[in-house]
């Protein structure tokens, strides 16, 4: 009966909005070089991990000029690509991030109906 329990409290994990998860945060950057995007997406992605997930974050930076193949491996499409692997389900961002409404929405830090439509 218990493993009943932690089955379905795991898919409830699953289904709750990523704001109310607990859990690190597990973030890939993949960039193509330090070119002005990619440094502009790091820049604006550590600033709204300071403000929304102090201390519960990791970003790794994942440079598809030094291994391209990881960007055939990963369903990269376009460069800069901002994946949430943690918490689940996993998202992805494509762009500078300098949009912090889409950004906080799209990482599940805000619902779709608080962004403002301009």
Known sequence: MEIKHE???TNLQKILP????????????YIAGQNPKAVT???NLKLICEEHLKGKY?????????????AHDD?????????????LPERN???DLSNKE???????LV???????V
Do not use: Y
Not at 59 to 69: A, H, R, T
Not at 75 to 87: E, G, M, S, Y
Not at 102 to 107: C, E, P, Q, S
């Open 75 to 87: 369903h990269i499409l376009a460069v800069p690509t901002l994946v949430r692997k943690l918490p």
């Open 111 to 117: 619902d779709h109906s608080e962004l403002k439509l």
């Open 58 to 70: 990791h970003i790794e930076v994942i440079d598809l000029l030094k291994n391209p193949q990881i």
């Open 7 to 9: 089955k379905i409290k």
């Open 93 to 95: 961002i494509i762009g």
């Open 18 to 29: 990523a704001k109310a998860s607990g859990d690190k945060w597990d973030l890939h950057l």
């Open 41 to 43: 997406a790091f820049n």
């Open 102 to 108: 889409r950004v906080l929405a799209g990482l599940g």
